[in-house]
């Protein structure tokens, strides 16, 4: 049987969601999925187990009916699975959902299987309600008949998926997707994971730590701090995870979360953080090395609802005015253990704003609890366009002898790719902050470091640009340039390192000025280049070829050398080990040619095993002839959606499931030619397409007034031939696309087991050099930019402009004189 994918159980679950899709908000319905996601799945792997156990006592001299009767116990399965009582079972669901009353059928299952695991579940599962109203409506039952029979379709047992951790990361995927969905609401419970990712690396978890989120949300931050400690070779297992989320329907989701990634000990609870923390050890707060966290923006809050007050040793923040953020701030302070380091989003008012806040960030700074204010991007997070900071928080302990009394300024709001409605903080813009941050140093227009004698002197505003203004300066506009030409060799100078990346000399563009305008002055500028500079600025990609052929020479090399870990792999198992070792070397190998810097190689070697880590992980578990496998399942999948499947699928989207279907990055290497036959088919069906439609098209007004008929008017009869052949174009099409699945299957079972290795490193390859080239022609696209700015401003001097002026005036005289007016 063939592995479950992670881009076909994402399929599966955005179908599920597509079920419930429109009856109401995807804040709404995400805790229905996952309910129904966690039903399946514990009922798929409950069979498992008791089946094995039940092999295991036959096997031991047991009769079949005193083993069946032994595995009714729910004893037998802790720590291996949950115990899954009849009621809660998918067989039996399945099989009483044609009744009516389904919501109701649910609830008891979900209620059975929590009774069941109390010490797992207890509180979990009751916060999901299949027989709630939505609006002035439950769910009807149709619908929940048919998110029954949809789950039905794909079993979730370990021994299915193609790598350990694929349905922790099928469960962050969903997440992520309803979070999108829900847009302002998603804030509530998902914070992005560009920005989780930075901040777990900002702290560095390390083993044996006790790390906390106190408003946890779906869990993501403590499930990424568990996956640094992954990455980086070590042993997670003994990370203590901690967190509270007062949303109960959150908090049911954060704990799905935890125990569907495999995480069963974490201690989440569900309550106001701020009105009550859970977290204690004999009557006091627990204390921890990490805290993590991105507590909801500008709340209200009630000081005579707060315990543990001694949290807020700086002082209270304004009850109403919604102003409770840095009362979250003081609750991470108050937590930390003496060399602990804590990481909060925040909005920007904390840093600023006067009165009691201005009181508590003085206190703050003077105890030396700041380490660092690091501003993000504007429109990162969902529920606010508005940018928000980082503040990096320590504990009681001395910090460094280099770091006391200073805080550092890191100014990243211009450190993000603009996305269709938010905003994204990618690997590169991630790598040059933590660089800033772990650096502690000056970087002019980036980073600074601050003493807290110039804080106080500024009454402890923390406004990031009154100490980092990343401003771009002006386009400078020399003005003897403008009037007499020539370009400023400053200018030229100031953008030299742009030049030099790619083993270009700024000057070898140019020429020197003559000394018609004043040889002391002419000094200072450079001509353009007889050619003029549209030839040059034509030049200039081939000019930068030979640094980009050392680039990927360098690359090919580096790949031939290192790739032999992945080869490895299905042997050695050891992908973390593996991840270190490219990630590393990648940027160690390529940084000395200088075409790049490093956190731009950084960036692209991190993106590249964020898009590649699960066929990697796969490599692993299954070798290269199950990433292939996994491949070719993924895309039959696309194409053989059932007739059920196809009910609340529209069209539009099958298609668009298909096409992306037939781009996976396999099928080029696979079947070339039969998709540039493809692509000549489309592209021929297309044209005659158009012409069809532009020849029975309505004609305008004005041309049914006319009394000739228009000179390309096609004849019936060449109507009737452009009709016929655009159909047979459309039919070859068709033809075509029935294809490609038989020719696909056919170039997979064609290949041998050094083909499917070369084919998976291959493809692997193409994905990072794809990425590299890209950043790349990014790079290229600056300097050539910087010249061409060049040639627009001061090709044309103020004298061109005059003789322009002056040839023109001469042309509209003639012209008036020749009608007479002059």
Known sequence: M??????????????????????????????????????????????????????????????????????????????????????????????????????????????????????????????????????????????????????????????????????????????????????????????????????????????????????????????????????????????????????????????????????????????????????????????????????????????ADLKHTERFRYGYAPETGKKADLMFAQHVLAVLTPDGVGATVMPHGVLFRGGKEKEIRKGVIEDDRLEAVIGLAPNLFYGTGIPACILILRGTAPRPADKRGKVLFINADREFTAGRAQNHLEPQHAEKIVAAFEEYRNIPGFARVVDVEELAANDFNLNIRRYVDNTPPPEPQDVRAHLHGGVPKSEVEAKAGLFHAFGVDPAALFAERSDEHGAERDADYYDFLPEGWKATAERLPALAAPAEARLREAFSDWWGRHSKRLVELPDTHKVMEVRAELLDSFVAELLPLGLLDRFALAGVVAAWWGEAQYDIKALGLNGFEGVVEGWLTTIESAFELDEEELEYWDKQKVAAEKRKARDHRVVPALIPDYLAELEDAEAAYAELNAQLKAATAKPAEE??????????????????????????????????????????????????????????????????????????????????????????KYAVTLRDLETQREAAAARLDAYLKELGYA
Not at 723 to 747: I, N, W
């Open 703 to 792: 041309d049914e007034e006319a009394d000739e008929p228009a000179e390309d008017q096609l004849s019936e009869a060449e109507l009737k031939d452009l009709k016929s052949r655009t159909a047979a174009a459309r039919k070859k099409v068709g033809t075509l696309e029935g294809h490609f699945l038989p020719r696909l299957r056919m170039a997979v079972a064609a290949l041998d087991a050094d083909s499917r290795r070369d084919l998976v490193l291959d493809v692997l390859r193409s994905q990072l050099t794809s990425r590299l080239d890209s950043r790349t022609a990014a790079a290229r696209r600056l300097f050539e930019g910087a010249f061409r700015t060049w040639g627009e």
């Open 2 to 303: 063939a592995k479950l994918t992670l881009p076909q159980l994402e399929r599966h679950l955005f179908g599920a969601a597509d079920i419930l899709r429109g009856k109401m908000d995807a804040s709404e319905f995400k805790e229905y999925i996952f309910g129904m996601l966690f039903l399946k799945r514990a009922s798929d792997q409950f069979e498992v187990v008791r089946d094995e156990l039940i092999k295991k006592w036959v096997a031991g001299g047991r009769s079949q009916q005193d083993a069946e009767r032994m595995a009714a116990a729910p004893s037998f399965y802790r720590g291996e699975s949950f115990y899954v009582p009849q009621e809660a079972s998918w067989p039996y669901i399945k099989d009483h959902s044609r009744r009516k009353n389904v919501g109701d059928l649910l609830n008891k299952a979900l209620e059975a299987l929590q009774n069941s695991n109390t010490a797992a579940l207890e509180g979990v599962l009751e916060h999901i309600d299949f027989t709630r109203k939505v609006g002035q409506s439950t769910i009807p039952d149709k619908r929940l008949q048919q998110l029954i029979d949809h789950f039905s379709r794909v079993r979730l047992r370990n021994e299915d998926f193609e790598f350990p951790d694929l349905l922790g990361a099928a469960y962050e995927y969903l997440i992520g997707q309803f979070a999108d969905s829900a847009g302002k609401k998603g804030g509530e419970f998902y914070t992005p994971r560009g920005v989780v990712r930075m901040m777990v690396r900002l702290v560095a978890p390390r083993p044996g730590m006790a790390v906390y989120d106190p408003c946890a949300g779906s869990g993501g931050m403590l499930i990424h701090a568990k996956e640094y400690i992954d990455e980086h070779g070590l042993d997670s297992r003994d990370l203590t995870l901690a967190g509270q989320e007062y949303n109960g329907g959150t908090w049911a989701v954060s704990k799905m979360n935890m125990i569907l990634h495999g995480v069963l000990n974490a201690d989440l609870q569900n309550d106001d953080t701020l009105a009550e923390p859970k977290h204690l050890q004999d009557g006091e707060l627990a204390r921890f090395d990490r805290v993590l966290t991105n507590p909801p923006f500008s709340l209200n809050y009630s000081f």
